[in-house]
């Protein structure tokens, strides 16, 4: 019995992954783990505070404060993390998904990415534009 249920939830898990536009886990629907996008821009991430919430492609995207929010309203392609907050590598590489850690990121020509551990990020910083050109292609494709 137990193995019918993690072969269902398996199954749930991949295809909600997989349907997503935005990377927010599983249990969640938090963009970027709850992280302020707006602040990696600014070199300091910081989570976000449900008291500066919006709603986008889906996710809920918190803020650190009003000014950030209001940043993230005036355009929001120009500070969500590229490729939905999947992993920056894997799209690139792989053409697969894989979840972005706020943990791991760069911030690149005005853009966020994100990067699944710090071995994946080595990976990724390697060739940045060869990834991004490859990681572009790829997600256009989805």
Known sequence: MSRLLLLISLFFSSFAIAS??????????????????????????????????????????????????????????????????????????????????PDHWKVVDGKLYLNYDNDIQNKWNADIPGFIELGDDNWAKR
């Open 20 to 101: 997503d536009d935005i990377y927010t886990g599983f249990f969640s629907n938090k963009a970027v783990s709850g992280y302020d996008t707006v602040s990696f821009h600014d070199g300091n991430p910081v989570e976000g505070k449900s008291s500066f919430k919006t709603e986008y492609k889906g996710a809920d995207w918190l803020f650190s404060s009003q000014a950030n929010l209001d940043k993230f309203l005036a355009d929001p392609d120009k500070y969500a993390p590229q490729y939905g907050g999947y992993c920056a590598w894997a799209i690139a590489e792989k053409d697969d998904l894989a979840p972005g850690d």
